[in-house]
């Protein structure tokens, strides 16, 4: 009898530490880049009541690749949270809902700096 109550009880021990079983509800996708081989993109989730996440994307035709990640609270969703700033080889995102500074080169060599600065 035990036996069998440890091989029911095993795969639901393992699904419960699935990830992929963890359901964000999904709010928008941005462009905000684009030229002719790569966009970029955000999306942005609700994690919790009052916790969210988001995700920047590189897309090409080769797929899709995260860049970055980062979570925010309610109290930063309503203010104006990104200023993006685009040229050919750059976009700089700026925003106040961290201290340091990350940066990522493209597979198409764009170099992607999100900073608070």
Known sequence: MKKHLYFLL????????????EQSDFIETKIISSDLNEKIIYKFYQTGIDDYKVDFYSVDESGSK??????ISD??????????????????????????VKKFVTRNGKSIILTNR
Request: glycine share 0%; aromatic share 14%.
């Open 10 to 21: 095993l795969p639901v021990l393992f699904l419960q530490n699935c990830s992929f079983l």
């Open 66 to 71: 995260k860049l970055f990640e980062h979570y």
């Open 75 to 100: 109290a930063l969703v309503t203010s104006s949270t990104y200023n993006i700033s685009d040229s050919d080889d750059e976009l700089i995102i700026r925003t106040k809902l961290f201290s340091d």
